[in-house]
């Protein structure tokens, strides 16, 4: 049977059942009883609450960076609504085209409808209407 390191931070479910046995007591005060910390240069104990509260979030499912590329940008969230632009033109932007996993230089097939346009990506499989 392995036994987690005496050092080593509870995680996962561990972490959850300890927290709520310890309803009563401050944050701080869980954090260093679950093993949140840290030991500083002069040798002084420090809790670590940012680790904590992200090993929380974890244990409880809970992911707050979203499924971006890893790059930290976040931007505007597609409203799926845009205007015509004054010189006439329409722009897709940039959120409608990273959830459609479109690179630069994919073609599409412009269809004009009486009060609708179609974009059909080239290549794209015939789908049945």
């Keep these: 049977m392995s036994r ?32 949140y910390l840290t030991t500083t240069k002069t040798g002084q104990s420090r809790v670590n609450i940012m680790k904590f509260q992200n090993a929380l979030l974890d244990a409880m499912g809970m992911e707050l960076d979203g499924k971006g590329d890893g790059s930290g940008r976040g931007g505007r969230t597609p409203s799926y609504r ?14 409608y085209t990273k959830q459609m996993d479109l690179e630069p230089g994919d073609e599409f097939i412009i269809t004009l409808g009486r009060k609708h346009i179609k974009l059909k990506q080239v290549g794209e499989e015939e789908e049945e209407e």
Excluded: F, H
């Design 4 to 35: 987690k390191k005496k050092n080593e931070p509870l995680t996962g479910e561990a972490l959850l059942k300890q927290v709520k046995e310890l309803e009563d007591l401050s944050k701080e005060e869980k954090a260093r009883a679950c093993g």
């Design 82 to 95: 845009i205007s015509v632009q004054s010189n006439g033109n329409l722009l897709i932007g940039a959120a």
